[in-house]
Structures are given as structure tokens and as C-alpha cells.
């Protein structure tokens, strides 16, 4: 669809139902300008198969004329001056006969269009749209998804080329010809390989029903985000001088910017299509939540993982937009001392969060965070304390995360009990040396604690007990609960399902 033109300016457009019955149609103005280029005597050359024609169909003809001779005065065609007659006439633009077709250098034989493949259909019409442009001095080209059909190595030597496009050299003098080329796309392939300050974020506010445009560059400009965050109230709330509020967001801002150039990667690049977002710290999560409530796939939110507690690096993306992000982190703090052997106050405990910086819970209607409150400080450890007061469950778990060797205790859910028999009946020398070293950690603390501090040190070994066998084969283990999670023999930790209403809201 053509915009609009003048001389020496053109805007074209590549819509999404590129139908590639059109792509000659819409070559025949390309390909009469080069027969007039390289002067061809287009009159000349249908006289001379008009000729050809007759020549070779003369038999065709004096067949039907014989036929229509007989009948022609009877039914009053001829009136004395004139005969209806039949001829071979080519009068037809040399142009309206070009064809493209594709070439099998192997089996030698020739491929129409309509029987390729649509993804290199999809590359020869978006070829032959930009080649056959005119030569202008600036160009406008809008493509719209052409990821279309294409798996991610072409799309990525599509965008490349695509590229290479931005300023071309005329043949004929030192002329340039400036292209730009905008596309729009939902393919995290092409958003990952392209530059932050070439990619332009498109918002839908559903309140006001308006769209609004942002370079993805100025989520990391600390003029402009400082332009949307309150920063006198914020330091009035912290107690804090403005300049150091934005000495640290200027250093949040910077980290995340060199972070993200690398890993927002096509897993990650999906955080910039998507409205509604889960960022997780690894990949149990990522199995498990997905897995366990399918209403986050029907309400289109992503659960994207970050590779740790990466979180103040990707949570800049929401500036100057309307997304919400849930944050489902670790609390990685144990409330048992294991060098000291000292619990812990659970106050103390419940007031860590480590990994998300201040400033973004001044972004409260869009960010929450989600972790352990049960004395948990991982994923694992927390889902075995949620499961801890069923003996069915305890046991379910530690068969899954504990040697052969202990199979005579794991339903034996006492500390004093593995104590007093972790010598005689682990099978295992080296597991019971191992196991004794643990105890070793909560013993003395458990025998001097009183009331429901004893129960809850026993449950902390145990907790760390079977931590110790889980934390270095987390995907297996992942694995293997997900269908008794799924289907309701084990529970799911509470913290994980506390905010999933808010995000899918």
C-alpha cells in the first residue's frame, strides 16, 4: 500500500498478508521501466510474435473461419460490407508474461511461487519491494511482522540485511540514499538483536484508552525516569537527601542498561510484549508456577527467569509503561545460626528483603514482592516446611531428596531418633558421617531450647537436612514434584500463590 510520494520521497508499506500472488502483479512497473532502459522495441517484438503466431496456428484459424463462413450470412452477420473473422494478435505489455520462478539447482526443475514455502515467499516479496523502490534520495519503509513464517536464524539474516539498508551508494555517483525502516514485531528473536535505542514501545493504557509511544533507551535515562518518580517524596519517606536517591537510582539504572544489552536475550525478550509479568529467580519456579495455575496462560503472564537475583535489572523496563510486575524472590536469610546454633527472632527474619531496591516499592501499584515467610529462605526449603506437619508428605519428600542408605528413618520424623540411630542404621558410612555432621549443627541447640522453639530448630534440621541433597540437583527434583503438586498430594509453598490474583487482574 503506498502512502503517499514526491520526487524525492517515498513511504512504503509491507503489511502482514504478504500474498505472494501479487508479488508479480506488482513487478510489472519495475519491469517495464527496465525494458524501456535498456531500449526494447516493444511494438517491434509483438509484430514479430503476432507473425510467429499465425505461422504456426494458421490451421487453428482456417478452422474456426471455415466454421463461422458457414453460418454467418445465414444468421445475419454478414450485411454485404462487413466479415466477422478470427485472427492470433499479440497485443498483450511484454510485462503482463514476466513470472518468477524458483530454480532447484539439484533436480533441475523449475518451482512457481505458489508451490514454495511461505517463510522464503516471505523473503522474495519483502526483497523485491525494497529492490524495485525507486531511487530516491530518502526512504520510508514500514514492514509489519516480518517474522512471519521465518524460524529465528532468518529472521536474524532478514534484520541483518534489513540493516545493511539504512544507507546505500548509488552506482552511477556518490550519492547516498537514506532508508529508514520501521517494523513492528512480536518476535522476542528480532527485539533481542536489536539496539535498545532502536526499539520503540508501544503502550495501550486500557483507563484512558490512549497509546503511547517510548524509546526502550529512556527506561535507563535518569533525566527522564526522574521526570515520573517523585524523588522529594521519596526521600522524605526514607529520610534520605534527594541527591541520594538519585545517586542511587543513576547507579540502578547504569547496571541495568549494561545488563540487560546482554541478557535480554529471546527468553527474556519476552518481558517487552507482555503486560502482566512474573520474575522468578530460577528455574523451579519457572516449572512450577506455569505448571500449577493455567489461569496465568490464559491471562497472557509471563513467568520469566532471571538467572538469580538480578530483579533491580529488569524492573526498570516498566517506566513508561503500564506493566505489573511480580517479583517471587528468595529470602535467602536462615533464621537458625548454624555456626552459633542461635534461632533467630522471626521478626527479624520476616524484615529481610535483600534483592529488591527500595525505590521500586514507590512503584507499589505495578511491582509486589512475593517470598518465604514460614522460615523458609529458598524455593525447596520452604515447600518441604509447607508439607512438614503431614508424616505422608515428610516422607514423600525426603525419599525424593535423600539417599538409598536412609531409607529405615525417613519416616521417622524426630531429630533425637536420627541421633541416636544415624550410625546403625544408615547403610552408608560416608551419608552417615555426613548426616552425624549435621546434627552435629542443631543438637545442643534443640536439647537447651524450650517450648515451640524446640519444634521448630527439629524442623530446621530436618528442612536443611533435605535441602542438602536437593540444592545441587534442583531441576531433577523440580521435576519429579510437579505432578504431586499438581495434582494436590503435596501443597505448594503459600508465598507463590499469595499475589497471583493481583497479576492476573
Given at each position: 500500500m503506498k502512502l503517499f510520494r514526491i520526487d524525492i520521497f517515498e513511504v512504503d508499506t509491507i503489511p502482514a498478508?504478504?500474498?505472494?500472488?501479487?508479488?508479480?502483479?506488482?513487478?510489472?512497473?519495475?519491469?517495464?521501466?527496465?525494458?524501456?532502459?535498456?531500449?526494447?522495441?516493444?511494438?517491434?517484438?509483438?509484430?514479430?510474435?503476432?507473425?510467429?503466431?499465425?505461422?504456426?496456428?494458421?490451421?487453428?484459424?482456417?478452422?474456426?473461419?471455415?466454421?463461422?463462413?458457414?453460418?454467418?450470412?445465414?444468421?445475419?452477420?454478414?450485411?454485404?460490407?462487413?466479415?466477422?473473422?478470427?485472427?492470433?494478435?499479440?497485443?498483450?505489455?511484454?510485462?503482463?508474461?514476466?513470472?518468477?520462478?524458483?530454480?532447484?539447482?539439484?533436480?533441475?526443475?523449475?518451482?512457481?511461487?505458489?508451490?514454495?514455502g511461505l517463510g522464503y515467499n516471505n523473503l522474495i516479496y519483502i526483497r523485491n519491494l525494497i529492490k524495485q523502490k525507486k531511487d530516491n534520495d530518502y526512504n520510508i519503509l514500514m514492514i509489519e511482522e516480518p517474522e512471519a513464517h521465518l524460524h529465528p536464524n532468518m529472521q536474524y539474516k532478514l534484520l541483518k540485511y534489513l540493516n545493511s539498508l539504512e544507507t546505500i551508494k548509488?552506482?552511477?555517483?556518490?550519492?547516498?540514499?537514506?532508508?529508514?525502516?520501521?517494523?513492528?514485531?512480536?518476535?522476542?528473536?528480532?527485539?533481542?538483536?536489536?539496539?535498545?535505542?532502536?526499539?520503540?514501545?508501544?503502550?495501550?493504557?486500557?483507563?484512558?484508552?490512549?497509546?503511547?509511544?517510548?524509546?526502550?533507551?529512556?527506561?535507563?535515562?535518569?533525566?527522564?525516569?526522574?521526570?515520573?518518580?517523585?524523588?522529594?517524596?521519596?526521600?522524605?519517606?526514607?529520610?534520605?537527601?534527594?541527591?541520594?536517591?538519585?545517586?542511587?537510582?543513576?547507579?540502578?539504572?547504569?547496571?541495568?542498561?549494561?545488563?540487560?544489552?546482554?541478557?535480554?536475550?529471546i527468553t527474556r525478550s519476552d518481558i517487552l510484549f507482555s503486560d502482566k509479568i512474573i520474575l522468578v529467580e530460577g528455574l523451579s519456579e519457572k516449572l512450577v508456577l506455569p505448571y500449577l495455575h493455567e489461569e496465568l496462560v490464559d491471562r497472557h503472564v509471563k513467568v520469566i527467569e532471571v538467572a538469580g537475583i538480578n530483579f533491580n535489572h529488569f524492573l526498570p523496563l516498566i517506566f513508561f509503561t503500564n506493566k505489573k510486575i511480580l517479583c517471587v524472590t528468595d529470602k535467602d536469610y536462615d533464621i537458625f545460626d548454624e555456626t552459633n546454633g542461635v534461632l533467630i527472632d522471626k521478626k527479624t527474619y520476616l524484615e529481610q528483603t535483600k534483592h529488591i531496591s527500595y525505590i521500586f516499592k514507590y512503584c507499589n501499584d505495578r511491582v509486589r514482592v512475593s517470598e518465604q515467610t514460614k522460615y523458609g529462605s529458598t524455593f525447596e526449603k520452604e515447600l518441604f516446611i509447607e508439607n512438614y506437619q503431614d508424616e505422608n508428605n515428610f516422607k514423600i519428600l525426603m525419599s525424593l531428596a535423600l539417599p538409598k542408605a536412609c531409607e529405615k528413618l525417613l519416616d521417622k520424623q524426630s531429630i533425637e531418633v536420627w541421633f541416636n540411630k544415624c550410625e546403625t542404621e544408615i547403610s552408608d558410612n560416608k551419608t552417615s558421617r555426613v548426616i552425624k555432621k549435621e546434627l552435629d549443627k542443631y543438637w545442643l541447640s534443640y536439647k537447651d531450647a524450650q517450648g515451640d522453639n524446640k519444634k521448630v530448630i527439629e524442623m530446621l534440621f530436618f528442612t536443611n537436612l533435605f535441602y542438602r541433597y536437593v540444592k545441587n540437583k534442583k531441576g531433577n527434583f523440580c521435576l519429579d514434584i510437579l505432578d504431586l503438586l499438581k495434582n494436590g498430594i503435596i501443597k505448594e509453598p503459600e508465598y507463590l500463590t499469595k499475589e497471583i490474583k493481583w497479576i492476573i487482574e
Open positions: 498478508n504478504r500474498i505472494i500472488d501479487d508479488i508479480e502483479e506488482r513487478s510489472k512497473s519495475y519491469v517495464n521501466s527496465k525494458i524501456k532502459e535498456n531500449e526494447i522495441p516493444e511494438v517491434q517484438i509483438q509484430q514479430e510474435i503476432t507473425t510467429l503466431l499465425r505461422e504456426k496456428l494458421i490451421n487453428v484459424s482456417k478452422d474456426i473461419n471455415d466454421d463461422i463462413n458457414k453460418d454467418q450470412d445465414k444468421i445475419g452477420i454478414t450485411d454485404g460490407k462487413n466479415n466477422f473473422n478470427s485472427d492470433f494478435v499479440f497485443d498483450k505489455d511484454l510485462a503482463s508474461f514476466f513470472k518468477y520462478n524458483l530454480i532447484n539447482e539439484k533436480q533441475l526443475f523449475d518451482l512457481p511461487l505458489h508451490s514454495n548509488t552506482e552511477d555517483s556518490d550519492r547516498s540514499i537514506k532508508n529508514q525502516i520501521l517494523i513492528s514485531t512480536h518476535s522476542p528473536n528480532i527485539s533481542a538483536s536489536v539496539d535498545m535505542s532502536k526499539i520503540i514501545i508501544l503502550n495501550y493504557d486500557t483507563e484512558l484508552g490512549n497509546v503511547t509511544a517510548s524509546r526502550l533507551s529512556d527506561n535507563f535515562d535518569i533525566n527522564k525516569v526522574s521526570q515520573i518518580l517523585d524523588i522529594k517524596e521519596i526521600a522524605k519517606d526514607e529520610g534520605l537527601e534527594e541527591n541520594k536517591i538519585k545517586e542511587d537510582l543513576t547507579a540502578i539504572l547504569e547496571r541495568s542498561k549494561k545488563h540487560l544489552r546482554k541478557f535480554l536475550d
